[in-house]
């Protein structure tokens, strides 16, 4: 099955620098890798995906990059705020066979003022 | 977008007792639901999906007549915590696929005293 690893665990950054977090994956077949931003007690939301097909996509402050031959993929995070604080986790699935993400073991990002 | 909710949003229970948690899809039919445990700074661990009419199936390592699953409508997926244990208690949470992207519920909060 799938296998998702995830770094660093813990990240500290200053507000305004940039925050990047690596994901590897085993599964050659997965083709959707969203990201996840949770807070303390609280549901993951989805900050931003990709599917295999794309190399790169960007929504503001966030992007996503993927290399399929490496099976990695990266989320960074421009301009970062406090409020940008939490944990993320990277996951990976087979979207058209409907199977379920399978999650990295989470990053906690710090910003600090 | 599409709303999972899930029900309770925590419980407590003594050991030895059953606690059912409910997972629906509000705005859309999900055919496939999936429960995760996610233990005090970890991840999300998926533990088993849970197809409408049939079997769920059970990752490794998870005991299917501990943790019943029941998926008996397109909306409505129910874990079952039986006989539970203090090392039981975690955060319990369900996802469903709605279009493209994956769904949470609230999450469940189980304490076992």
């Known amino acids: 099955g799938e296998n998702v690893e995830q770094h660093p665990s813990t990240l500290s950054v200053q507000e305004g620098d940039s925050a990047v977090i690596k994901c590897t994956y085993s599964?050659?077949?997965?083709?959707?890798f969203p990201w996840y931003k949770q807070e303390l007690g609280k549901r993951p939301q989805l900050i931003i995906d990709?599917?295999?097909?794309?190399g790169e996509k960007k929504d503001q402050r966030i992007a996503v990059t993927l290399n399929k031959t490496a099976k990695h993929f990266s989320l960074h995070i421009t301009e970062t705020q406090p409020e940008d604080s939490a944990v993320y986790f990277c996951?990976?699935?087979?979207?058209?066979?409907?199977?379920?993400?399978?999650f990295g073991k989470g990053t906690t990002l710090s910003v600090s003022s | 977008g599409a709303v999972v909710s899930q029900h309770p949003s925590w419980v407590i229970c003594k050991s030895g007792t059953s606690v059912k948690i409910e997972c629906r899809s509000l705005?859309?039919?999900?055919?496939?639901m999936f429960w995760y445990r996610q233990f005090p700074k970890q991840s999300l661990m998926l533990m088993a999906t849970?197809?409408?009419?049939?079997?769920?199936?059970?990752e490794q390592g998870v005991e299917k007549d501990k943790f019943l699953i029941n998926h008996a409508s397109l909306t409505l997926s129910t874990l079952t915590v039986t006989s539970a244990h203090p090392e039981d208690s975690s955060f319990y949470i369900c996802?469903?696929?709605?279009?493209?992207?994956?769904?949470f519920g609230q999450g469940t909060r189980l304490t076992v005293v």
């Open positions: 990709i599917r295999s097909n794309v």
């Open positions: 599964d050659s077949a997965s083709n959707y």
């Open positions: 849970s197809n409408e009419g049939s079997k769920a199936t059970y």
């Open positions: 996802s469903a696929i709605g279009g493209t992207e994956a769904f």
């Open positions: 705005d859309f039919q999900a055919t496939t």
């Open positions: 996951a990976a699935s087979q979207r058209q066979a409907g199977t379920a993400l399978i």
